[in-house]
């Protein structure tokens, strides 16, 4: 399984950007699908969450200004930030818990980061 985050870039105080994750591979199905984000000598943070059934939940720093959301057709997800603020800059990270076709076992998976920053 592999997840494949794109989507960030260099952005103005106040404007928006979506983030992407495409996971491929021996998916057969993923119970909960996330974002978080690391600043340069921080600890990883949660940003938000999404599970299979829909349900969300979002940092207190974002809530309201970012959504996430699932193409459950496709197994992408996306993070839809707006409103950014200059403490939005980090790298991002997508995460997911797949449950493998191969097993049936549910393992944890990280995509690659993407960088966000937030600069006039």
């Known amino acids: 399984v592999q997840l494949q985050a794109s989507g960030g870039g260099l952005v103005q105080p106040g404007g928006s950007l979506r983030l992407s994750c495409a996971a491929s591979?021996?998916?057969?199905?993923?119970?909960?699908m996330g974002w978080y984000r690391q600043l340069l000598g921080k600890k990883r943070e949660l940003v938000a969450h999404?599970?299979?059934?829909?349900?969300?939940e979002y940092a207190d720093s974002v809530q309201g200004r970012f959504t996430i959301s699932r193409d459950y057709a496709g197994n992408t997800f996306y993070l839809q930030m707006s409103s950014l603020k200059p403490e939005d800059t980090a790298v991002y990270y997508c995460y997911a818990e797949v449950k493998e076709a191969t097993d049936w076992h549910t393992r944890p998976y990280w995509g690659q980061g993407t960088l966000v920053t937030v600069s006039s």
């Open positions: 999404i599970l299979s059934g829909g349900s969300t």
């Open positions: 591979g021996n998916i057969r199905a993923i119970n909960l």
